[in-house]
């Protein structure tokens, strides 16, 4: 009985944060959505009344479906990029070296940076007059000189995702690192002495023994892409038009823009909240424990 008591007693405090900081804002913006609070005009709020208009108008709202577009389009090419690379970069730092142990330790740096950050750095390093990327790209690939990065739609998007993808990439480099290093060298040895290529061993014995690793990257990080909304602030405010608008920065514009419409925001917040807490659930329930589905 003591021990029970004591153990709620060792929770509480941190159940108290989550509370403060999690649940009880979640509750909050789930009641507000239930309400027409736009805080330009106070006098149509009435507490009492309780609509789900706020919902029905996120189905109908073109600008809403744009932004669930952008935002599919920036999740499939930031996964599709970030696993490749953090693969390619994971077969070639499989060996162990003194050298490939350095470039380990360093890969988790880009990961560290705050995404924010990220974003006015990969900025300033495209601006068409002094960034040194820009700069870089003018010399090696003359055809692309000019290139205006974040002022086209289709640059923009590609950039964006790229900003991901280098803060991404090293970290799953470093999961597959591990996963290559749990697959028996015997495998792979009896497999070269029946004739196998390195393409063959790699297509039909490394990829397949990687499928569940490659599962749960893919699904954490579809997870995260969903909620892109630091370096959309910080490089493409959404431009150029709305061809970067992802759902969360629309959300921020329609609640604390132009239209401060805070029950409209909170109902397309809590539509993003079901939507991810069910990509948690299939990716606990499939990936996570896998023997119970």
């Given at each position: 009985?003591?021990s029970?008591r004591?153990?709620?007693f060792?929770?509480a405090?941190?159940?108290?944060v989550?509370?403060?900081?999690t649940t009880?804002?979640?509750l909050?913006?789930?009641y507000?959505s239930?309400?027409r ?23 109908s709202d073109?600008g809403?479906?744009n932004?669930v577009?952008v935002?599919i389009?920036f999740?499939?090419l930031?996964v599709?990029l970030s ?19 350095i ?12 995404p924010a ?10 601006n068409?007059?002094y ?5 870089l ?11 205006i990065?974040l ?7 590609l950039?964006l995702?790229?900003?991901e ?7 799953i480099a470093?999961t597959?690192?591990g ?7 015997e ?5 070269r002495m029946?004739?196998a ?7 039909k ?8 690793v ?9 997870i ?5 909304f630091?370096?959309?602030?910080t ?5 150029p ?17 132009r ?6 925001a909170?109902?397309m ?5 079901v ?7 299939l ?7 896998p023997?119970?589905?």
């Amino acid at each position: 009985m003591r021990s029970g008591r004591l153990k709620w007693f060792l929770l509480a405090p941190a159940l108290i944060v989550v509370f403060l900081t999690t649940t009880y804002p979640l509750l909050s913006a789930f009641y507000f959505s239930l309400h027409r609070w736009q805080l330009s005009k106070p006098d149509q709020l009435h507490w009492g009344e309780l609509t789900l208009d706020n919902y029905m108008r996120a189905f109908s709202d073109t600008g809403f479906h744009n932004t669930v577009i952008v935002t599919i389009e920036f999740t499939i090419l930031s996964v599709a990029l970030s696993v490749l690379i953090g693969l390619g970069i994971a077969l070639i730092l499989q060996k162990e070296s003194r050298l490939h142990t350095i470039v380990k330790i360093l890969l988790i740096f880009p990961f560290a940076v705050s995404p924010a950050l990220k974003g006015y750095s990969w900025r300033f390093m495209l601006n068409p007059e002094y960034g040194i990327y820009d700069q870089l790209i003018d010399h090696l690939i003359p055809p692309l000189s000019g290139t205006i990065w974040l002022g086209e739609p289709f640059w923009a998007m590609l950039v964006l995702a790229l900003s991901e993808v280098w803060g991404w990439a090293p970290l799953i480099a470093l999961t597959f690192i591990g996963a290559l290093g749990s697959i028996s060298p015997e495998v792979i040895e009896a497999a070269r002495m029946d004739g196998a290529t390195s393409w063959q061993v790699f297509r039909k014995i490394t990829l397949p023994l990687l499928k569940p690793v490659i599962l749960v990257i893919t699904m954490l990080k579809a997870i995260f892409s969903l909620k892109m909304f630091d370096q959309v602030v910080t490089m493409t405010r959404g431009g150029p038009g709305d061809s970067t608008q992802t759902i969360n920065y629309y959300i921020q514009q329609t609640g604390f823009g132009r239209s401060l419409d805070i029950g409209y925001a909170s109902a397309m917040s809590w539509i993003l909240v079901v939507v991810l807490a069910i990509l948690a659930v299939l990716y606990i329930r499939f990936v996570l424990r896998p023997g119970e589905a």
